[in-house]
């Protein structure tokens, strides 16, 4: 079964830093270019960043660069969003996701997600 399994989220304080992590299985992990998105209450769900097969092109949303690295490991099955600087508008659920396009035919797998709360 494809598993997308994020980790890390929780409370941090404005201007504070937080890791979360995506641990992949069920799948060539490192065949597929991993991406963070992330949704707010009543917002849709916004890409935050984009790290490609097999680690050597990153981009980020606009908001995001220079304050959010992403990295992959691929050894590990595993993606990382470090996020630093954060804002109130940062809260959200952030989700992982792996895609491969092809021929004009897309694979895609989502994580469950896990919460990123920015308060103080």
């Known amino acids: 079964q494809v598993q997308l399994v994020e980790s890390g989220g929780g409370l941090v304080q404005p201007g504070g830093s937080l890791t979360l992590s995506c641990a992949a299985s069920?799948?060539?992990?490192?065949?597929?270019?991993m991406s963070w998105y992330r949704q707010s209450p009543g917002k849709e769900r916004e890409l935050v960043a984009t790290i490609t097969v097999p680690g050597g092109s990153t981009n980020y949303a606009d908001s995001m660069k220079g304050r959010f690295t992403v990295s992959r490991d691929n050894a590990g099955n595993t993606v990382y969003l470090r996020m630093n600087s954060l804002k109130p508008e940062d809260t959200a659920v952030y989700y992982c996701s792996a895609e491969h396009t092809r021929w004009g035919f897309t694979t895609r797998y989502w994580g469950q997600g896990t919460h990123v709360t920015v308060s103080s």
């Open positions: 069920g799948f060539t992990f490192s065949s597929y270019d």
